[in-house]
């Protein structure tokens, strides 16, 4: 653990504050309050961000560090799903967004580095951002599912969906945009290393973590009915999956494989 | 699978298999859990092969009992097609199952058993996965496979020149013996850097390409010869506190070497931007292609891609290249194609029908309002 004190790490820390504390202030009943401070913290996430992208010079998304930076800009997501789709849970996205700059604040290696050879590809952007999106909504996802077990409803007056098919929504959003990362990351495997699937470790948790969301889709389309908490727990398990696929590939000697230059 | 984002709760909701008795029903009740099977059975497998390495999980998902399980799995897709009639009826969700058998087909006619049954029953003879090493200025078509067998292409590549680019500019980097200070100088003839009070200055005199010794007599001559070879150098004049200049010959290879009288570490950082070789196809003695490859920009010809794999670090004056056959590709690119517009067509474009309940969600129980209620109350109870 470490702490940066650079101007990157006090925005990043700047952002961890202000969503903390609009959670806080959300739980104390002040949604309002709460609202601004979650606006606060997107604004510098984003600045963070494109600081960042200036500093050095290529889409931020290389290492673990620029990832989680960018995984930060959470707000985005919140608004949609409330708006669009009828999904509350903001409250659970401050905390996500918190949660996810804690590593990049003080434990992933911020030092800007150049873009090997193999990641000089127009699929580069796509790829980690199609991944990072659909993380996100799978994390929320997840935490409605959590809330589902928990037995936990929305208030009547805020028109929300239940948790059980709240999750279910935010799983089809990112379910398609998980394929798409897997089949980006293929398309680009066949152009810089020959071959669309070289059965490297973070390859098989990826798939490994789309199986899971796929065995979901599967198992509520014939069991859902009857066991809607087991669905739940598919989406839980799912994104204990995607969290192994994202950190422990890149962190772990266990699995060095085609992309460990992606360790922060 | 599910579908229908957009469009009444209790539609969506009611959007399970219909359990209806009868044998078809018994059919698509085990054709449902196979699919379940095959699933998480691929799912443990892929857990699997993380962890044992690429290299072995390779050669495990290319066993023989595992390309039973492939051929199972395709066939399955295909039954479950076939059986279950929603799946004609909504082309979103065929084309996500229909990409699943692209996919699978195109990777089974690839691998290597696909390409002992092309070559067996159709005589199409594909040269395997392999390496070709090629010298700049020289052409060849054999290519190597990992156990050491040559096979040789119909065609020849020629290497006309292989270079390696680097980030402009490179580093000058410093460091004193104990490691507690260090200073960073980008490169340029004339730059130069201030150190710490008690460690003097440092300006870059010279910047070489492949630094060579010329010895004439007593004399001997540092000189630069670029386009024979990589030795990456500099010549850094160091004036010490107290007036004394000395010139120091710092080396991209040899980092990490010390001058025994110097209080100071030096190395010369470049990082490698790309590694370029220039290739001609030549069929009949005549050129027939020509493209300039680096990392993520294969040169495709004659049914092969031929990537930048390796090359002569200590001359540049060969490349390796990696030669990979595109049997079953169109088939796998048709599947990741068919298989993404169905996932997003599916699950973010498909409005439901204007209906309030399907057929299927009331024939599951004889009181489907009893049992909407009771579906209702597992996802509902207290507050957020």
Not at chain 1, 89 to 108: N, Q
Not at chain 2, 291 to 311: A, M, R, T
Request: proline share 5%; charged share 20%; hydrophobic share 45%.
């Amino acid at each position: 653990m470490e702490i940066k004190y650079t101007i990157q790490g006090l925005l990043i820390y700047i952002t961890i504050a202000a969503y903390l504390l609009a959670l806080f202030v959300s739980l104390l009943r002040r949604p309002r309050a709460g609202h601004v401070l979650y606006v606060l913290g997107f604004v510098v996430a984003v600045v963070s961000f494109g600081y960042r992208w200036y500093h050095v010079r290529h889409v931020p998304m290389q290492n673990l560090f620029e990832v989680f930076l960018g995984l930060g800009m959470i707000y985005p997501v919140s608004v949609f799903c409330r708006r669009v789709l009828r999904i509350g849970g903001r409250s659970a996205d401050m905390l996500i967004g918190a949660v996810v700059l804690v590593p990049a604040g003080f434990f992933f290696d911020a030092e800007p580095q150049k873009l090997p050879p193999a990641l000089q590809s127009w699929l580069f952007a796509p790829h980690v951002a199609v991944y990072m999106i659909s993380y996100v909504f799978m994390a929320k996802a997840a935490s409605h599912a959590i809330w589902q077990l928990a037995g936990r409803s929305p208030i009547d007056d805020e028109n929300l969906l239940p948790p059980e098919e709240a999750t279910y929504k935010l799983i089809c959003i990112g379910f398609p945009l998980l394929t798409l990362g897997l089949i980006l990351g293929s398309v680009w495997g066949k152009l810089a290393w020959g071959d669309y699937w070289g059965w490297d470790p973070k390859e098989l948790w990826s798939l490994a973590s789309w199986l899971v969301y796929v065995g979901y889709l599967h198992y509520r389309y014939m069991f859902g009915k009857r066991h809607p908490r087991v669905n739940s727990v598919w989406a839980i398990a799912g994104v204990v999956v995607i969290v192994v696929t994202l950190l422990w590939v890149n962190l772990s000697r266990l699995f060095a494989g085609l992309h460990s230059y992606g360790a922060g | 699978m599910q579908g229908a984002l957009w469009g009444p709760a209790e539609w969506r909701n009611n959007m399970v298999m219909s359990v209806q008795r009868g044998p078809k029903n018994r059919l698509r009740r085990a054709a449902m859990w196979a699919a379940m099977a095959i699933i998480m059975l691929l799912f443990f497998l892929s857990v699997y092969g993380a962890f044992i390495g690429p290299k072995r999980a390779k050669e495990l998902f290319n066993s023989t009992v595992l390309g039973v399980y492939w051929v199972a799995f395709a066939l399955l897709l295909m039954v479950g097609v076939v059986l279950f009639r929603r799946l004609l009826r909504v082309p979103a969700l065929l084309l996500v199952h229909a990409g699943c058998i692209l996919i699978l087909a195109g990777a089974i006619w690839g691998s290597e058993a696909g390409r002992s049954l092309q070559k067996t029953l159709l005589g199409i003879d594909i040269v395997p996965t392999g390496q070709m090493q090629i010298h700049e200025g020289y052409s060849d078509n054999r290519v190597i496979l990992e156990d050491n067998e040559i096979h040789e292409l119909p065609f020849y590549i020629k290497l006309k020149d292989f270079r390696v680019e680097y980030y402009e500019p490179g580093h000058l980097y410093i460091q004193t013996r104990q490691g507690d200070t260090a200073w960073e100088l980008p490169v340029e003839i004339g730059a130069e850097l201030q150190l710490d009070p008690g460690f003097g200055a440092v300006e870059i005199l010279r910047v070489f390409e492949n630094f060579r010794i010329t010895i004439d007599g007593d004399n001997r001559t540092a000189v630069d010869e670029p386009g024979t070879g990589i030795n990456a150098a500099l010549e850094v004049r160091i004036k010490t506190p107290d007036g004394r200049v000395s010139t120091r010959y710092v080396f991209d290879r040899s980092r990490g070497h010390i001058y025994p009288d110097s209080p100071l570490y030096m190395s010369y950082e470049r990082v490698i931007r790309d590694y370029v070789s220039e290739l001609q196809v030549i069929r009949n003695g005549r050129v027939v292609a020509e493209k300039d490859i680096e990392v993520n920009h294969p040169l495709h010809f004659g049914g092969y891609h031929f990537y930048q794999h390796s090359y002569d670090a200590q001359a540049a004056e060969y490349t390796v290249l990696m030669v990979s056959p595109d049997s079953g590709l169109a088939s796998v690119y048709s599947g990741f194609l068919v298989l993404c517009i169905g996932a997003f067509w599916h699950f973010w474009l498909k409005r439901p029908p204007k209906v309030a309940m399907p057929q299927s969600a009331q024939t599951r129980s004889a009181e489907p309002d009893q049992e909407a209620n009771k579906w209702k109350s597992n996802t509902q109870s207290r507050a957020y």
